[in-house]
């Protein structure tokens, strides 16, 4: 087990700095952003969080960017020496990486939607709703972009926002993984731009049918991503092992 939390340890180290960092600043901006359409004269509507859409998708894009270089091969850093005296199975190591990555994507969405809610709470005392008491919980719901980042008691969108992060930590992962062989993956590239193409950052009140196409979509991206990783690391050992016996019977 301590192998593993090495591992977990190792990819959240090189992870979490740079994450924080944007995931910070990207808060700030939507909060900047939100703040600028109030003092404008605005008012908290179905519509007014739409506002903060480009700065919350661009946090999420340049957290996802940071993702893809932990634990990855380049210039002097070479991971896959420090990862194969653990003896960790390459499996795993996705796995774990994917998990940090989708922690990391997580925690980026939460401080947006606390620059959303303390933006719309502030209007909201200040009497600048338009349904009075309640205009705050009508504005994350009107909106595509606040209710996939609060989606309240709406349990179907927590479970596709879900799926969205690990299939967005487990894309990094794999990118890096793919490094250490030395390939480039594609999929590091393909899984995000449609992720954002097919609004899995968006979440349309009711519409489960959508809920239920994204979610479907990322386990398979998941699934099969784990298993090219899972046949990768079996071809690996099995012509290590030939590689062993060939050796063996050469000194024989």
């Known amino acids: 087990m301590k192998k593993y939390w090495t591992v977990f340890a190792l990819s959240a180290r090189f992870i979490f700095w740079p994450a924080a960092?944007?995931?910070?600043l990207g808060a700030l901006a939507s909060a900047a952003v939100l703040l600028s359409?109030?003092?404008?004269?605005?008012?908290?509507?179905?519509?007014?969080f739409n506002n903060a859409t480009v700065t919350a998708l661009a946090s999420v894009a340049a957290v996802y960017v940071a993702l893809l270089f932990p634990l990855r091969e380049r210039g002097g850093t070479h991971p896959g020496y420090t990862l194969g005296r653990?003896?960790?199975?390459?499996f795993a190591v996705w796995l774990l990486q994917g998990l940090a990555g989708a922690m990391a994507i997580a925690l980026c969405l939460l401080a947006q939607a606390l620059a959303c809610f303390y933006v719309g709470l502030g209007m909201q005392r200040a009497g600048a709703g338009v349904l009075g008491e309640v205009s705050l919980l009508a504005a994350f719901l009107g909106s595509q972009i606040s209710h996939a980042l609060l989606p309240l008691m709406d349990w179907p969108?927590?479970?596709?926002?879900?799926?969205?992060?690990?299939?967005?930590?487990?894309t990094a992962s794999y990118s890096s993984a793919m490094s250490r062989r030395g390939q480039f993956s594609?999929?590091?590239?393909?899984?995000?731009?449609?992720?954002?193409?097919?609004?899995?950052?968006?979440?349309?009140?009711?519409?489960?049918?959508?809920?239920l196409a994204v979610s479907i979509a990322?386990?398979?991206?998941c699934a099969g991503m784990g298993v090219s990783v899972s046949v990768r690391n079996e071809e690996e050992g099995l012509e290590a092992g030939l590689a062993s016996a060939d050796g063996g019977e050469a000194n024989g």
Request: glycine share 12%; with cysteine; net charge negative.
């Open 21 to 24: 960092a944007i995931t910070l």
């Open 37 to 48: 359409q109030a003092e404008s004269g605005a008012r908290l509507d179905s519509a007014f």
């Open 86 to 90: 653990l003896s960790v199975s390459e």
């Open 157 to 170: 969108v927590y479970v596709r926002m879900g799926i969205v992060c690990c299939t967005f930590g487990l």
């Open 186 to 211: 594609l999929t590091a590239v393909a899984v995000p731009l449609l992720g954002f193409v097919l609004m899995g950052f968006m979440a349309p009140v009711g519409q489960y049918g959508m809920e």
């Open 218 to 221: 990322g386990l398979a991206f």
